[in-house]
């Protein structure tokens, strides 16, 4: 039986996927705590230093020099239900945010361009770290061990055999280092009349002399996620006559994540399989951005940037752990036998490449209500049918691109914000920020079969991320003020711990996966002290 999924296994072996992609490009609500607490919705009002990254002509808005930094707190809870069994994980963790620098250069023009401004951001665009934990005691049909031997099929089973001058992770044509793992550590076997064709090994013969499957008791993974994504901006505005302003960055990306998962099933008798995986990435890119913001009136303003894509160079550091114990009764003396293995892929594994994030436009109005209050709202698309992935030699990673341009669509994401003076030295503010997963709907549902490559067979899919904020303003001094804001963030996600997989023509699948649900609820408090002068 030939499967799809076979066709994305002549790629590298452990070049990414179109979902570690996606990974990648996603960023959260940050910067400020102004900012944050008005839902990040500055692309038409600028003056912060966190709209640098989205809008840089809001630095041209600026009419005094400013030093400022934010600090933020953070709870994570990851709340998972799968088959019923439910699991709760936390995390705490302090951030440096955001810290910056804008200078304000006047001109003495009283028309034309009356103002150049330069700034320098810091800013902390996303946050990985989580940890969530899967959990079932029962109702699993199908185990990791059918998945890989589905995945397998096709190649030879002497092509997994390590020889004196052989080692079959150095075999381009096999392409897949999960199969050769699961291999190797004892998760299946081949037909004897069908060398390449694989079963679960997680079975016996009954009375009868039929192969029959082995009960699944239960099954139980554990992720934890770390790393984050920072952004180093140098930016230029103008304002001409009051106006028009007008503003471009470079910006610098850094980019560092780890994902460390362990999978564990177990089976009747006692007998079980893991499978334990570590991957480290890094990489730095480079973008572009500019921006107009347009002040037909004192009371109205217009926005629009446009966000370039990020070039990256990539590094990938991994290693897979696998192992099972199986009993089973021997054909030829009828004795019960066990057998124990355990195993792992090549030590200091590493892969490199190159990575292009999707590119974003964003459109901003806000309204200004005299001197006591504010109202703004952001629209920004990202066409994540854009991201790719590419070889060191510059050429297309073409399987995983191919899925980029089938499975994705474009990203929106509306935010708005408000803010009343009560005081001239105290405002309050509130906001909201909505994103809709970009998965077509063939991927967000499990219709198809999800390509995962290396030995990380795990992934989530995304289903929509959910802000609401708050927060508050007081300016001690005509220089120095202070912000807090509260952020309450709340994304859905399935998690698969292998990919359904499906016959060509046949809308049923071969390998059914069982996901779990994942809602990642963060609350988050934010403090900036700024300096004016």
Not at 28 to 34: E, P, Q
Not at 207 to 212: F, V
Not at 406 to 415: A, L, Q, V, W
């Amino acid at each position: 039986m030939i499967v799809s999924v076979l066709a994305l296994c002549g790629g590298t072996a452990f070049s990414q996927s179109q979902l570690d992609a996606y990974n990648y490009a996603k960023r959260d609500l940050s910067g400020t705590a102004r900012y944050l607490s008005m839902g990040g919705a500055f692309g038409a009002l600028g003056g912060d230093v966190s709209a640098i990254h989205t809008n840089p002509a809001g630095l041209a808005i600026y009419r005094s020099s400013e030093i400022v930094t934010t600090l933020s707190l953070s709870s994570v809870s990851a709340n998972t239900d799968w088959l019923g069994s439910k699991v709760d994980d936390n995390r705490t963790r302090f951030n440096f945010d955001n810290i910056a620098y804008v200078g304000y250069f006047p001109t003495a023009n009283d028309e034309g361009i009356m103002s150049w401004n330069v700034g320098f951001s810091y800013n902390r665009l996303k946050n990985f770290s989580r940890n969530y934990t899967t959990m079932t005691g029962g109702g699993l049909h199908t185990s990791l061990s059918d998945y890989i031997a589905s995945r397998a099929y096709g190649v030879p089973s002497d092509w997994f055999l390590s020889g004196e001058n052989y080692n079959p992770y150095d075999n381009g044509d096999i392409g897949d280092w999960l199969s050769i793992l699961g291999y190797d550590a004892g998760y299946i076997d081949a037909y004897n009349d069908n060398k390449s064709e694989y079963y679960s090994a997680f079975g016996d013969y009954n009375a009868n002399g039929e192969w029959e499957p082995y009960a699944l008791q239960g099954g139980q993974l554990k992720v934890s996620e770390r790393g984050s994504v920072d952004q180093y901006d140098l930016a230029f505005g103008m304002n001409i006559s009051d106006i028009l302003f007008l503003g471009a960055s470079v910006a610098i990306t850094d980019l560092s994540y780890s994902y460390e998962s362990t999978y564990d099933e177990e089976f009747v008798n006692g007998n079980y399989l893991y499978l334990d995986n570590y991957l480290e990435t890094d990489g730095t890119g480079y973008s572009l951005n500019v921006g107009a913001i347009v002040r037909p009136s004192d009371y109205f303003r217009l926005g629009v940037a446009y966000n370039s894509p990020t070039w990256f160079k990539m590094t990938d550091r991994y290693q897979g752990w696998a192992g099972s114990y199986l009993t089973f009764m021997d054909a030829q003396s009828g004795a019960l036998k066990e057998r124990a293995i355990d195993t792992r892929t090549p030590d200091y594994a590493y892969y490199d490449y190159e990575y292009r994030t999707p590119d974003k436009w964003i459109f901003s109005a806000a309204a200004i209500l005299g001197t006591t209050a504010l109202i703004s709202v952001d629209y920004e698309l990202t066409n994540y049918q854009k991201m790719r992935m590419y070889n060191t030699d510059g050429s297309s990673n073409a399987f995983t691109n191919q899925d980029i341009t089938n499975n994705f669509k474009i990203g929106n994401t509306i935010r708005a914000g408000a803010e009343v003076k009560v005081t001239p030295q105290f405002a309050v503010r509130a906001g909201v920020a909505y994103s809709d997963s970009p998965l077509k709907d063939p991927l967000k549902e499990g219709l198809i079969d999800v390509a995962t490559v290396g030995t990380i067979p795990h992934y989530t899919i995304d289903k929509g991320v959910m802000h609401y904020t708050v927060g508050l303003g007081y300016r001690f001094t005509p220089s120095f003020y202070m912000d807090l804001a509260c952020v309450f963030r709340s994304q859905k996600e399935d998690v698969y711990n292998f990919s359904n997989m499906y016959a060509e023509n046949d809308p049923l699948p071969i390998i059914e996966a069982q996901p779990a649900s994942l809602k990642t609820k963060t609350t988050r408090v934010a403090l900036t002290l700024g300096y004016k002068f």
